[in-house]
C-alpha cells in the first residue's frame, strides 16, 4: 500500500484521515460546532477539545511575562499584528533577524524563542500559547479577540518602542522583498 501525503497542502488532521483510512479505522470524527466559552473565557483550542482556556487575566499575565524577552515578545507581536490569519512559523525568522538568511544560527534563534514564549505559558499554567497551532502546516494563527488584548498588553511594556521599530524593518525588508 502507497499514499502520499502533501505536507505543503495537506493539514495534520486530513493527513491522519488518510492514514485512518487506508488501515480501515474510522476517521477522528470532527466536533459539529465549536464548545461554547464559559465565563470569563477569552479564547480556547477548538482542535484540541481538552486544551485549557485563556481568560483576559491569563492572557495579560502572559505578554507581561514576555516583557523581558525581546525576540518572543517580537513574534507574538507579529502574529497578532495578523489576526485570523495562518502565519508559518518559520516565517518569523527573517522578522526575529531581517536580511540574516535562514542560517543554523536564525534557526536556532527562532527555536530559542518559540521555547521562551512557551515557558512564559508554561509560567501563567498553560501548557501552549494562545495560538490555534497547525502541526501539518506548522503554522500559528492569532483569534482576534486574542491579538486585541495581546497587543493592548504589549504596549505598556518596556520594549514597546523596540518592538516597533524592529517590525517596521521586517515589513520594510518584506515589501522589498530582501527577506530571507
Not at 81 to 110: E, F, N, Q, W
Not at 170 to 176: H, V
Request: hydrophobic content about 40%; proline content about 7%; glycine content about 8%.
Amino acid at each position: 500500500m502507497k499514499f502520499t501525503i502533501d505536507t505543503e497542502a495537506d493539514a495534520y488532521e486530513r493527513a491522519c484521515e488518510v492514514v485512518n483510512a487506508a488501515y480501515g479505522r474510522p476517521a477522528r470524527p470532527h466536533l459539529a460546532a465549536p464548545l461554547p466559552l464559559a465565563r470569563g473565557e477569552v479564547w480556547r483550542d477548538q482542535e484540541r477539545p481538552g486544551a485549557e482556556p485563556w481568560s483576559e487575566d491569563l492572557l495579560r499575565a502572559w505578554v507581561r511575562a514576555l516583557w523581558g524577552l525581546s525576540d518572543p515578545a517580537l513574534a507574538v507581536y507579529w502574529l497578532c499584528g495578523r489576526p485570523g490569519v495562518a502565519v508559518r512559523s518559520y516565517a518569523l525568522i527573517p522578522v526575529l533577524a531581517p536580511g540574516a538568511g535562514r542560517g543554523a544560527d536564525c534557526v536556532k534563534r527562532h527555536r530559542t524563542c518559540i521555547n521562551q514564549a512557551l515557558r512564559a505559558a508554561r509560567s501563567v499554567g498553560r501548557n501552549r500559547m494562545p495560538f490555534a497551532r497547525n502541526e501539518g502546516r506548522r503554522t500559528y494563527t492569532a483569534a482576534p479577540q486574542v491579538a486585541r488584548i495581546v497587543l493592548d498588553e504589549l504596549s505598556k511594556g518596556p520594549l514597546h518602542a523596540e518592538i516597533l521599530e524592529r517590525a517596521a524593518l521586517a515589513e520594510s525588508l518584506a515589501e522589498d522583498g530582501r527577506t530571507a
